[in-house]
T-cell receptor, first 115, second 115 residues
Framework: QKEVEQNSGPLSVPEGAIASLNCTYSDRVSQSFFWYRQYSGKSPELIMSIYSNGDKEDGRFTAQLNKASQYVSLLIRDSQPSDSATYLCAVNGLGTQGGSEKLVFGKGTKLTVNP | ETGVTQTPRHLVMGMTNKKSLKCEQHLGHNAMYWYKQSAKKPLELMFVYSLEERVENNSVPSRFSPECPNSSHLFLHLHTLQPEDSALYLC??????????????FGSGTRLTVV
């Protein structure tokens, strides 16, 4: 069973701080990795994707991938109260039939940014 | 209409009712998905349709019946549900092979309550 593990939190940081969210995955053949943000009562929205080892930066967000350690993280710099949400890590894997693909999600980490 | 549209947004049904959830995507994607999101659990993949063919069925009870008449529309037919089926049901679409930059696009979800 492919698994994606995240600390459920809650993670609380002060406004302006760096929030660090972590994720580990069990399937070594996974190729692509995604971070979704989900506000309470809303659907998940994609904020970052990464598929090469190293860092990928987009504005205040940086995704980090280490395939050897099966670890992916998300850093949020200069955290804002509007960043308060649940962050879902998702890992691409193969489906049960040839050629099919699917995303496996972690339980999510709830982040609260305090003004 | 843009993105992924789900109707209805909220649904309350009795255990003997029959209802259907509808999903429509306007992104030109070729794969569609049903996910179930319950409190304190990760997103659970229910069904995957790729090129209108069902390629994944994750041991979902037969009281849930999907239908994908074309690559833009996906339905989830519900009958004789149980209270534990109350959850947020999310539809998503994507382009396969995986578009690493865009991942899945989710609809707003249907909040289902079974009484």
């Amino acid at each position: 069973q492919k698994e994606v593990e995240q600390n459920s939190g809650p993670l609380s940081v002060p406004e302006g701080a760096i929030a660090s969210l972590n994720c580990t995955y069990s399937d070594r053949v996974s190729q692509s990795f995604f971070w979704y943000r989900q506000y309470s009562g809303k659907s998940p929205e994609l904020i970052m994707s990464i598929y090469s080892n190293g860092d990928k930066e987009d504005g205040r967000f940086t995704a980090q991938l280490n395939k050897a350690s099966q670890y992916v993280s998300l850093l949020i710099r200069d955290s804002q109260p509007s960043d308060s949400a649940t962050y879902l890590c998702a890992v691409n894997g193969l489906g049960t039939q040839g050629g099919s693909e699917k995303l496996v999600f972690g339980k999510g980490t709830k982040l609260t940014v305090n003004p | 209409e843009t993105g992924v549209t789900q109707t209805p947004r909220h649904l309350v049904m009795g255990m003997t009712n029959k209802k259907s959830l509808k999903c429509e995507q306007h992104l030109g994607h070729n794969a569609m998905y049903w996910y179930k999101q319950s409190a304190k659990k990760p997103l659970e993949l229910m069904f995957v349709y790729s090129l209108e063919e069902r390629v994944e069925n994750n041991s979902v009870p037969s009281r849930f019946s999907p239908e994908c008449p074309n690559s833009s529309h996906l339905f989830l037919h519900l009958h004789t549900l149980q209270p534990e089926d109350s959850a947020l049901y999310l539809c998503a679409s994507s382009q396969v092979p995986t578009d690493y930059d865009y991942g899945y696009t989710f609809g707003s979800g249907t909040r289902l309550t079974v009484v």
